[in-house]
């Protein structure tokens, strides 16, 4: 786990615990934000424990105990978003990041994706430098491939959203990288999982990839697959 991102974390529990004494109090509300930043503290406890032993907690186990800090830090981030303390919201998510990477390393199945989505999004978009989109990119893939069946299979529009935004996010950023790999790679999962997507994404991409900071090989590509799509369809 990462320990600007842990001491992030701290100071942003900090700040969002303070906002909500000084807003509260909330009668019968029992998900607080002190209760939830103490338990995403054990989480993270026994995610070094984890890391530690040698002998690798069973997948379900796994599962579970990443769902529950997610879950937790989901909560956390919602809370920071009413008590409008977008600091606090970002470092948040930004751990909900990394909790889904520890997910992926251990093999566990990824099941809650909004604050995941939303960190991988704002890292994405504060950034132009290539090595750190080549990360956040491979993190992207690794996220699509460990997330739980459900997200994908879910008949909720809202439920939906995360799954539909983790795949443009994945293939924006790998566009934004202009390897041609990565950005095969990343439409290929859109065309996978997301076909009925494909038509306007590409037609947004190919709007996008006129600006001059796309090499010629980027529009290239957005044409022929938009024409793909626009055939097919």
């Known amino acids: ?7 992030a974390f701290d100071q942003a529990a900090e700040t969002l615990n303070s906002a909500f004494a000084q807003a509260g109090p909330f ?26 032993a ?4 069973p997948l379900e186990e796994i599962d579970e105990l990443g769902t529950h800090a997610l879950e937790c830090l989901s909560d956390m981030g919602l809370w920071a978003w009413q008590l409008k303390l977008d600091g606090a919201r970002a470092a948040v998510e930004d751990l909900a990041l990394d909790v889904a990477q520890w997910i992926t390393v251990h093999g566990g199945r990824i099941a809650v994706l909004e604050p995941v ?9 504060a950034t132009a430098d290539p090595e750190t989109l080549g990360r956040l990119y491979d993190r992207a893939c ?31 950023i790998a566009t934004r990288t202009q390897q041609p790999d990565r950005m095969a790679a990343a439409y290929d999962l859109l065309e996978t999982h997301l076909p009925q997507h494909c038509a306007a994404f ?11 900071v796309y090499g010629d090989h980027v529009r290239e590509m957005m044409h022929a697959r938009l024409a793909k799509w626009t055939t097919r369809h």
Not at 54 to 57: F, K, L, R, T, V
Not at 202 to 212: A, C, P
Request: aromatic residues 4%; contains cysteine.
């Open 27 to 52: 009668p019968g509300q029992e998900v607080t934000p002190p209760l939830l930043a103490d338990a995403v503290r054990q989480c993270l406890d026994v995610f070094r424990q984890v890391d530690d």
């Open 54 to 57: 040698e002998d690798e907690m």
């Open 142 to 172: 690794s996220i699509i491939a460990c997330a739980a069946p459900g997200l994908a299979d879910a008949t909720d529009v809202a439920a939906r959203q995360p799954w539909l935004t983790l795949h443009f996010n994945c293939a924006i």
């Open 202 to 212: 590409y037609e947004e991409g190919v709007r996008e990839s006129r600006k001059t």
């Open 117 to 125: 989505v939303n960190a991988l999004a704002r890292q994405a978009n």
């Open 1 to 7: 786990m990462n320990r600007t991102t842990r001491r």
